[in-house]
């Protein structure tokens, strides 16, 4: 059932902005709102104005959690037995989702907004590389935000600009310190989900109190022995946007996992994409290392790191298989320093002591059979 029947029937339809434990943050549409704001007014007497749109703090129905339901963040959902003196109510449905990420467990988002530093800490293309290939892999739109640019000279910003066109983005240079640009940036974010992403200490934090000047989220600072930032997002929530739409604010990272499929891995790459959009390789299952008559293999700056990122996809995928397989005879284990590598299984019980319970137990059906 689509939102506009239930909006039909005069139930209360909302977004979940936050989830504390069990409880949800929903933050009801503005036509429910004003209505809400009439009835409450006639029914309790209330002459202050209520603030729209309003927020409830929602429990979800018994019926919701047997059926195994799960309400996340972004959710569109339908509330009822609205409390509007306590500001309390209960999900009673989830409408279907049109979009779903896992990390950060987040619905219904149109968009990613990468956020980088040019310097403070310094932009390192291994590592914005490895950002762009997990938005990527969402099928969501991806846009890059490249923050501190008042650090960097013109020419060096260029450069930069050049650079990444190549990668086949557009980035959109802001400094949140002096105000350059971000009028820009909000626009993109107008009547949209948007989910902000990137390393700590970029100035994700910083850009959000700007856009929202209602909100003081915690900023941290940049470590000064590692050159990155200090955690300072801590949950996931949604805040709604002066000029409409909702952004989310995810803790932040420093390497995001490639847990992608090898063979998806190349079509993540926009200047890879362009090559198999005018040709195709020999092998259908290509994965554009060493095999012949491969249209992607070549002179591109990221090649390098596609295959880094494939050898990583690799080794996820061989993981996944060895645990998922009970008879393997192999096992990952790490070493440390990101560094891992497959060592044989020791059979199973081998070398496990028996237990006095377990010889006595034995000792007695013996004691059985000899009767």
């Known amino acids: 059932m689509t939102g506009e029947n239930f909006a039909a029937t005069g139930q209360l339809l909302g977004t979940v902005v936050a989830v504390q434990a069990?409880?949800?943050?929903?933050?009801?549409?503005?036509?429910?709102?004003?209505?809400?704001?009439?009835?409450?007014?006639?029914?309790?007497?209330?002459?202050?104005p209520l603030p729209s749109p309003p927020l409830l703090l929602c429990?979800?129905?018994?019926?919701l959690k047997k059926i195994g339901q799960q309400v996340m963040?972004?959710?569109?959902?339908?509330?009822?037995?609205?409390?509007?003196?306590?500001?309390?109510?209960?999900?009673?449905?989830?409408?279907?989702?049109?979009?779903?990420?896992?990390?950060?467990?987040?619905?219904?988002?149109?968009?990613?907004?990468?956020?980088?530093?040019?310097?403070?800490?310094?932009l390192e293309p291994y590592q914005l590389s490895r950002f762009l290939i997990k938005a990527e892999s969402t099928g969501l739109e991806v846009l890059l935000c490249l923050n501190k640019s008042d650090l960097i000279s013109?020419?060096?910003?260029?450069?930069?600009?050049?650079?990444?066109?190549?990668?086949?983005?557009?980035?959109?240079?802001?400094?949140?310190?002096?105000?350059?640009?971000?009028?820009?940036?909000?626009?993109?974010?107008?009547?949209?989900?948007?989910?902000?992403a990137g390393p700590s200490g970029v100035g994700k934090s910083s850009l959000i109190?700007?856009?929202?000047?209602?909100l003081e989220l915690r900023v941290g600072e940049v470590s000064g022995k590692l050159a990155r930032?200090?955690?300072?997002?801590?949950?996931i929530e949604l805040f709604e946007l002066p000029s409409g739409g909702l952004?989310?604010?995810?803790?932040?990272?420093?390497?995001?996992?490639?847990?992608?499929?090898?063979?998806?891995?190349?079509?993540?790459?926009?200047?890879?994409?362009?090559?198999?959009?005018?040709?195709?390789?020999?092998?259908s299952d290509c994965l554009h290392r060493d095999e012949p008559e491969c249209v992607v293999r070549g002179n591109w700056e990221r090649y390098e790191h596609y295959l880094e990122f494939l050898d990583a996809a690799i080794a996820h995928q061989?993981?996944?298989?060895?645990?998922?397989?009970?008879?393997?005879?192999?096992?990952?284990?790490?070493?440390?320093?990101?560094?891992?590598?497959?060592?044989?299984?020791?059979?199973?019980?081998?070398?496990?002591?028996?237990?006095?319970?377990?010889q006595l137990q034995d000792l007695q059906e013996l004691y059985r059979d000899e009767e």
């Open 59 to 63: 429990t979800r129905r018994t019926r």
């Open 209 to 214: 109190n700007t856009l929202i000047d209602s």
């Open 73 to 122: 963040v972004g959710d569109r959902v339908v509330v009822e037995e609205p409390d509007w003196a306590g500001g309390r109510g209960a999900i009673a449905d989830v409408l279907p989702r049109q979009s779903e990420l896992d990390r950060p467990a987040i619905a219904n988002v149109n968009q990613i907004l990468l956020v980088f530093a040019v310097a403070d800490p310094p």
């Open 154 to 196: 013109p020419q060096e910003q260029q450069q930069v600009s050049d650079r990444l066109l190549g990668w086949g983005y557009e980035p959109i240079f802001i400094s949140v310190k002096d105000g350059i640009n971000t009028d820009q940036a909000a626009k993109y974010l107008s009547n949209k989900i948007t989910v902000i």
């Open 22 to 48: 069990n409880f949800y943050r929903v933050q009801l549409d503005r036509e429910d709102g004003e209505q809400r704001s009439k009835g409450a007014e006639a029914k309790l007497n209330l002459n202050a």
């Open 318 to 358: 061989t993981q996944l298989y060895q645990q998922a397989d009970p008879e393997s005879t192999m096992k990952l284990k790490s070493k440390g320093k990101g560094q891992s590598q497959y060592e044989p299984k020791l059979e199973s019980k081998k070398y496990r002591r028996i237990s006095r319970k377990t």
């Open 247 to 283: 952004l989310a604010d995810t803790p932040g990272f420093n390497q995001p996992d490639m847990d992608c499929i090898p063979e998806e891995l190349i079509h993540y790459f926009p200047e890879a994409r362009k090559r198999l959009a005018v040709a195709s390789c020999r092998f």
């Open 229 to 235: 930032g200090r955690h300072t997002t801590r949950h």
